[in-house]
């Protein structure tokens, strides 16, 4: 592997466990939970427990309902759901926060890379002028000459899609 690729796979885990690092204990205490609601530990253990609840106060155990209809479950459970949407909604928004730095990183390295390959297509172009090559005076390529500038382009994105409207 390229000596490139493995200084960025290292900077790029190391800023992972930065971020790791320096993640509050709340947001650690709502991955943690978010972690153990999406699991089968968390099915079985509501399976065990609701389904527990449900025979014990059908009567079928022989022993005395104490939520014969079934309020206080339907109280548990809504309490336990309002609870867990919660910080499933903690845990995805810091996930939205990274993810719309990623984003961002993205952005940026494409428009450095566009930038290179433009300035590339300057440089190449120039040399195949002097070369006499035929291909260098395709209008195509004074095209790709310029640069792209990402606010023309969101403009036109956004042109498009209120014309699609």
């Known amino acids: 592997m390229a000596q490139i690729v493995e200084r960025n796979i290292k900077a790029l885990l190391e800023r992972r466990l930065a ?10 205490l709502a991955d943690s939970i978010t972690r153990f609601a999406g699991s089968l530990n968390f099915v079985l253990v509501h399976l065990l427990l609701y389904g527990t609840w449900i025979i014990w106060n ?3 155990l022989g022993l005395r309902p104490f939520d014969p209809s079934f309020v206080v479950l339907a109280m548990a459970a809504s309490v336990e759901a309002i609870f867990l949407s919660t910080f499933v909604l ?8 990274l993810a719309d730095k990623r984003a961002d990183l993205d952005l940026q390295v494409s428009l450095l890379a566009e930038h290179e390959i433009t300035r590339l297509v300057i440089l190449v172009t120039e040399m195949a002028k002097k070369m006499d090559v035929q291909e ?15 606010e023309r382009v969101l403009d036109v994105l956004e042109k498009h899609e209120q014309s699609l409207k």
């Open 90 to 97: 903690i845990s995805q928004n810091r996930m939205a926060v």
């Open 136 to 150: 260098a005076h395709d209008p195509e390529i004074s095209e790709l000459a310029n640069d792209v500038h990402p």
């Open 58 to 60: 059908l009567g079928w």
């Open 19 to 28: 971020e790791q690092a320096r993640k509050s204990w709340q947001d650690e």
